[in-house]
């Protein structure tokens, strides 16, 4: 997967557009639908939440931070990112703005997705603009009820179960290298405890978690680790095994 920071100069893609925090079920669908395409598919994300900019008192904790994002997305097929980083300037972009600067073949959202200044960037508008620019737009009914916020609360919980429906995988856990202590202040955790997480390959993040496990303790925003791992390391909630002290 290509990933980039700003909008290349590439050959035209199948793009969708959205914050895919938690790539979830929802998320996945619609990178199905992209692939189904026949062309190669791209996704304009962002690095941080829009919330961290615009309304920072509201922005709500990630299930996926960028690096895992990153990692997930991958899993799924896709081949270019472009994980844009959200600026007030970038806010008061209008969408067809936006629109003439993708690469763009085709264009797949979700239901009820709005971007662009004052969210202007609609259903009717953006199909108006596929019209006129012979670009073929579609949006994807919401046949599977999920949503990243329900599973924040499902995890926030600890119905963690619940989440891995939602999910359709495990809740994940990114540890960088040489970490045996580190900030989850800014993400979606359950409750304070002890659990039992498996690992996972950070290149085969959307298959079968292996057998080994470790315990790790939550505690105040910090997640420990009986020992630092020496690569980046993807973990995994075990929802049937995990268990709060």
Same mark, same amino acid.
Request: charged share 15%.
């Given at each position: 997967?290509?990933?980039?920071?700003?909008?290349?100069? *590439?050959?035209?893609?199948?793009? *969708?557009?959205?914050?895919?925090?938690? /790539?979830?079920?929802?998320?996945?669908?619609?990178?199905?639908?992209?692939?189904?395409?026949?062309?190669?598919?791209? !996704?304009?994300?962002?690095?941080?939440?829009?919330?961290?900019?615009?309304?920072?008192?509201?922005? @709500?904790?990630?299930?996926?931070?960028?690096?895992?994002?990153?990692?997930?997305?991958?899993?799924?097929? /896709?081949?270019l990112t472009i994980a844009l980083p959200f600026s007030i300037k970038f806010a008061k972009l209008s969408f067809d703005e936006l629109l003439k600067s993708l690469p763009v073949s085709h264009l797949i959202l979700g239901e009820g997705a709005s971007f662009g200044r004052d969210r202007e960037g609609t259903e009717e508008n953006v199909k108006a603009w596929g019209q006129k620019n012979n670009i073929p737009?579609?949006?994807?009914?919401?046949?599977?009820? /999920?949503?990243?916020?329900?599973?924040?609360?499902?995890?926030?919980?600890?119905?963690?179960?619940?989440?891995?429906?939602?999910?359709?995988?495990?809740?994940?856990?990114?540890? @960088?290298?040489?970490?045996?202590?580190?900030? !989850?202040?800014?993400?979606?955790?359950?409750?304070?405890?002890?659990?039992?997480?498996?690992?996972?390959?950070?290149?085969?993040?959307?298959?079968?978690?292996?057998?080994?496990?470790?315990? !790790? *303790?939550?505690?105040?925003?910090?997640?420990?680790?009986?020992?630092? +791992? !020496?690569?980046?390391?993807?973990?995994? +909630?075990?929802?049937?095994?995990?268990? /709060?002290?």
């Amino acid at each position: 997967m290509i990933i980039a920071d700003c909008i290349p100069d *590439t050959l035209p893609h199948a793009f *969708t557009i959205g914050t895919f925090d938690g /790539v979830h079920l929802g998320h996945q669908a619609l990178l199905q639908t992209l692939k189904a395409t026949g062309h190669p598919t791209a !996704v304009l994300t962002f690095a941080a939440h829009p919330l961290k900019t615009l309304t920072p008192e509201t922005a @709500p904790l990630l299930i996926t931070p960028l690096s895992l994002k990153l990692i997930l997305l991958k899993a799924q097929g /896709v081949r270019l990112t472009i994980a844009l980083p959200f600026s007030i300037k970038f806010a008061k972009l209008s969408f067809d703005e936006l629109l003439k600067s993708l690469p763009v073949s085709h264009l797949i959202l979700g239901e009820g997705a709005s971007f662009g200044r004052d969210r202007e960037g609609t259903e009717e508008n953006v199909k108006a603009w596929g019209q006129k620019n012979n670009i073929p737009v579609e949006y994807l009914s919401k046949t599977i009820p /999920v949503s990243s916020q329900k599973i924040r609360d499902a995890i926030k919980s600890g119905h963690l179960l619940l989440a891995e429906q939602l999910l359709g995988r495990a809740h994940l856990l990114y540890v @960088p290298a040489y970490t045996a202590k580190m900030s !989850v202040s800014g993400l979606v955790m359950p409750p304070d405890g002890a659990y039992l997480l498996s690992y996972y390959s950070c290149t085969k993040a959307s298959r079968s978690r292996s057998k080994e496990k470790i315990m !790790v *303790t939550l505690h105040s925003g910090w997640a420990h680790f009986p020992s630092s +791992f !020496v690569e980046p390391t993807i973990l995994a +909630f075990n929802p049937r095994e995990s268990h /709060v002290l």
